[in-house]
Every structure is written in structure tokens, then in C-alpha cells.
């Protein structure tokens, strides 16, 4: 099976008290679609149950969208609907215990509220650890926040991914990004917000414009991949396909409805607006 692909950008977390009369379902596909590239099923005071179909119901989103599905607290769950891992706080199953039950090919994200907690998860195995509650936050209420200090500390020590969390709102997402933090997450600015696509989409551009090393966010592109609206500050084809990856990778290219043979790339612009359809091909041969 081997591990889903991580490198995710923008974190989206379930908050069903959030938005009353609107689906779950339909407020994720949304955040989806503005650009979450990792959904997390968090649902404190639901039977299992009743998590469990939802974990169903999230499990075929996700798998259309190629987008990955973690549940937090329930190992059990996980597994049962096949989700791609779990998100375990410090009160939770401990790492190893985890691993043990869940293997090497699911993801295991842990949440740390001081750096001490983060080295220890990054040496035991943890695939990524949650930085917060950066601010204080109504959806965890009582914790006392970390501040971005704590931010500041992780990207400074921590050598595997790590995702800021607790209160972040587009209005103070600029600070946690200054302070080093290059992956976001949210529950109420998203599920909350009544255009959780605008939303998730304002977010993406903040941490890509962040995330390119000097680029301004007047560099950023909105183009449409795989079906997909994405930012990029990538000058060329070529670059664009760096950007994801897939340099090495047997790829073929659509631009705009029209096949881009491989030494165009280089020479190929990327435009705002641009459709872009990446087409991998697996397996050998
Ligand atoms: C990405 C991410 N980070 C932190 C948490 C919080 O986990 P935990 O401390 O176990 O608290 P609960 O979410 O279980 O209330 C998270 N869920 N996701
Ligand atoms: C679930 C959770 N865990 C946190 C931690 O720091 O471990 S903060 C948090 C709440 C995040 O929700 P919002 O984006 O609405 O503040
Ligand atoms: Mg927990």
C-alpha cells in the first residue's frame, strides 16, 4: 500500500456545531475545493456509531478528490473505514501502541504543545505533529495558548512536518506564517465560514505566497489542476512540474486542452487561469 503522500499545505478539520442545517459532507468538498489537501473527522460527543458512517462518508469524498483522511482519537475507526490515519493528542493511545496497530503505511500525527512533546514525537515515529493552540480558540476552550513563540521554536528544532494549529483565522494567519510555520490548520475559519472554499482558497494563497521564499502573493497564479484551483509562483511549465514533484516522474502534460510536448516545458508560460491536467503514469513497462 505504502504511505499516502503528506506534503499537505492546508489542514481542514470537521466542526459539525459550526454550521448548523449545512452537511458535513457538502462543508468539506467545499474546503476541498478551495485547496484543503488533508481533511481530519474530529467529532467529540458522537456515538461511534455514528462517527463510523461518517468516516464512511468522508472516506469516498476524499478518495475522489485524491485528498487524505485522518480520524482523530479512534484508532478502531480508522481502520474500519480505511482511512489514511489517525491524529492522536497526548491523553491518546501513546505512538508506539499506535504504530504497532496501525503499521508503517498509515499516517500518525501527534499534537504537541511544547517543543519537549515535539522532539520526543518526531523520535518516536510520528509522521507529522500538530503546534498549538497557537491562540486561544472557542473549538478547544480553557487551553492556554502557545503563542507563536512556540511556532518559532518548532521551525527552528523540528525535522518533520509540523502543522500550526488553534485559532488561526485569516486575520492573524500572516503572524503564524512569519513565525515559521509552512503547513496550516483549521476547524471554525473554515467549516465556520459561510464560503468555506473562499476560505480555504484565502488561506492557500497566504501559506503559498509564505511558502515561496520571497515571492510576494502578487507572484501567485490561480490555475486549475486535475480539475483542482491551486496557486503557484511557478514561471514555467517546467518549474510548475518541479513544484509537484513529479520532475522525475513519467508524466504527460495538458495545457489548456492541448498535449505540451516534454522540451516545451521549459519554454511554456504559466498563466493565470491556465488548465493544467498532470497526467501520471504508474506501474512499469
Ligand atoms: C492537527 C491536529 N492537531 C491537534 C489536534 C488536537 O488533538 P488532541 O490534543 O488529542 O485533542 P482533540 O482534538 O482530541 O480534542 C488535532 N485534533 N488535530
Ligand atoms: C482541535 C484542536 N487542537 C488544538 C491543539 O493545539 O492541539 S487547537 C484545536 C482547535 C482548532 O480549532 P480552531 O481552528 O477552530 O481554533
Ligand atoms: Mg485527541
Known sequence: MGKPNITFRLYAI????????????SVMEQAIRGGADIIQLRAKDTSKRELLAQAYALRELT??????????????????????????????????????????????????????????????????????????????P??????????????????????????????????????GATRICAVSAIVGSDQPAETARAFKQRI?????HGASASSLKQV????????TDAVT?????EQYGLGAKRIVVELNGVILAREAWLH????????????HFVGGG
Do not use: C
Not at 512556540?150 to 506564517?177: K, S
Not at 503559498?208 to 515561496?212: C, E, G, L, V
Not at 486549475?224 to 491551486?230: A, H, K, P, S, V
Open 63 to 140: 478518495r475522489r478528490y485524491d485528498v487524505p483522511l485522518l480520524i482523530n482519537d479512534h484508532i478502531d475507526v480508522a481502520l474500519a473505514a480505511e482511512a489514511d490515519g489517525v491524529h492522536l493528542g497526548q491523553e491518546d493511545l501513546p505512538l508506539a501502541e499506535a504504530r504497532r496497530i496501525l503499521g508503517e503505511d498509515r499516517i500518525i500525527g501527534i499534537s504537541t504543545h511544547n517543543i519537549a512533546q515535539a522532539l520526543e514525537a518526531q523520535a518516536g515515529g510520528a509522521d507529522y505533529i500538530g503546534v498549538g493552540p497557537v491562540y486561544p480558540t472557542g473549538t478547544k
Open 268 to 279: 511554456t508560460s504559466v498563466d493565470e487561469g491556465a488548465k493544467l491536467e498532470l497526467v
Open 142 to 179: 480553557g487551553r492556554q495558548a502557545v503563542t507563536t513563540d512556540y511556532v518559532r521554536e518548532a521551525a527552528a528544532q523540528v525535522r518533520i512536518p509540523f502543522v500550526a494549529i488553534g485559532g488561526i483565522t485569516l486575520d492573524n494567519v500572516d503572524a503564524v506564517l512569519e513565525a
Open 14 to 25: 470537521t466542526g459539525e456545531n459550526y454550521h448548523p442545517g449545512r452537511s458535513m459532507v
Open 237 to 241: 511549465i517546467a518549474g510548475l512540474v
Open 208 to 212: 503559498r505566497a509564505y511558502n515561496a
Open 224 to 231: 486549475l489542476i486535475n480539475g483542482r484551483q491551486e496557486w
